[in-house]
């Protein structure tokens, strides 16, 4: 019997659970959830348009268009905005499978490109290094807990003409000079995933726009490519990607804590911070442009590095505490993405973050003695490591 098994339920400390908010915010969930039920309408009603609404006033997007989940808001971002076939766009080698498979799934190449240590998002100069004759966007990723180098990257963008797109399904609530994530260029999407900052109860995406041209159009690609007039004409092929009334009731629910919930994230990084900084360099916590600019940190993972990533993560595992290693390979070493026929470009950054990167257990109910017996875990392990 591992020293995990003889933990009760209540002495494990999962890297994620959604029980205890859904417990917490029950009463208004089931208020909504009998909105839907007594209007009898589930899929492109008034919730939806509810959640649209308030997404694009909490973003300040011009157009926020409900979709199945982040993974069709970034393959009908890209065709909305034009990328199709003989196109290449520039995208992170550190970042979850989608933001590449997107692209492919439109008809064009994406080109991997490292990232710049401690933030993991697209390093500008490797992006550069990275352009061609056939480079139609840039799609920067904002990962974990913060934005990219978004002035620098839009910079680079406008000077070679190119498209400015943004994977920021993990960027709610990131701000950067006033400008929200995913509204620096074209266009960018939001994932809804459960352990996402704010989180459905299954899949749910959303796209963002400033853009009328793109919103007209990812709202026909979102329905079948159906005119929007709602007639059963159909003028380019598109995908069924609904959101459904019963998970807008959920967001729509969960809005209502979001502003805390990403408050109470923050109070719980900081003590990992502080709990754990005694033990750099071993183990390296976030670096984080914070100081500079508040707004653009959002703590929806918190990351560490360790030179003994995955001892580490079997010692946790042993004492009941979940985590996840976001990603165990870049990019480059995806076998779905072994083919790509563009350039190679080298990715040092993302390829030692792969060994040494690891998500420690980070969402609002999680209790600050829960965050300090991770810490102590994390010291015992090392000091019987030396
Ligand atoms: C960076 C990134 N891109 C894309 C996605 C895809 O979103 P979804 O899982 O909602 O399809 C996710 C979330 O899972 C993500 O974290």
Request: aromatic content about 6%; proline content about 6%.
């Amino acid at each position: 019997m591992t020293a995990s098994t003889r933990l009760s339920p209540a002495e494990q400390i999962p890297f994620f659970t959604g029980a205890e908010s859904i417990r917490r915010t029950w009463a208004a969930l089931e208020a909504r959830l009998r909105e839907v039920a007594s209007v009898g309408r589930f899929t492109f009603g008034t919730l939806g348009r509810e959640l649209e609404e308030r997404i694009a006033a909490l973003t300040g997007a011009k157009h926020a268009i409900a979709v199945g989940n982040g993974t069709d808001a970034l393959i009908i971002l890209l065709r909305a905005a034009g990328v199709g076939p003989g196109d290449e766009v520039i995208v992170p080698a550190y970042t979850f499978f989608a933001s590449a498979s997107a692209v492919l799934h439109v008809g064009a190449e994406p080109v991997l490109v490292d990232v710049v240590p401690g933030s993991y998002a697209m390093d500008p100069a490797a992006a550069r290094a990275a352009i061609t004759e056939r480079t139609k966007a840039i799609m920067p990723v904002h990962l974990f807990s913060q934005m990219a180098d978004m002035r620098t990257l839009r910079d680079l963008a406008d000077e070679h003409g190119l498209l400015l797109l943004e994977d920021s399904a993990e960027g709610i609530g990131m701000v950067m000079g006033g400008r929200h994530a995913g509204l620096w260029g074209g266009g960018g999407v939001l994932s809804f995933f459960p352990t996402k900052t704010l989180g459905a109860l299954g899949d749910a995406g959303m796209i963002l726009t400033d853009d009328d041209a793109v919103a007209e159009r990812a709202r026909r690609l979102r329905s079948h490519g159906q005119a929007v007039d709602g007639s059963y004409e159909y003028l380019e092929l598109g995908y069924n990607s609904r959101l459904d009334e019963i998970q807008s009731a959920v967001l729509l629910t969960r809005l209502e804590t979001l502003a805390a919930d990403i408050e109470r994230r923050a109070e719980l990084a900081a003590r990992y911070d502080e709990g754990l900084a005694p033990l750099a360099p071993v183990v390296r916590i976030p670096f984080m442009a914070k100081a500079a600019e508040p707004g653009n940190t959002v703590w929806y993972v918190y990351l560490i590095e360790s030179d003994h990533r995955d001892q580490l993560v079997a010692y946790l595992a042993a004492h009941g505490v979940g985590t996840e290693v976001y990603y165990p390979r870049p990019l480059t070493e995806q076998p779905a993405l072994a083919p790509l026929p563009g350039a190679r470009h080298p990715v040092p950054v993302a390829e030692a973050a792969s060994r040494r990167a690891v998500g420690l257990p980070l969402y609002p109910d999680l209790t600050n003695d829960q965050v300090d017996r991770v810490c102590e875990l994390v010291h015992r392990f090392h000091k019987e490591l030396s």
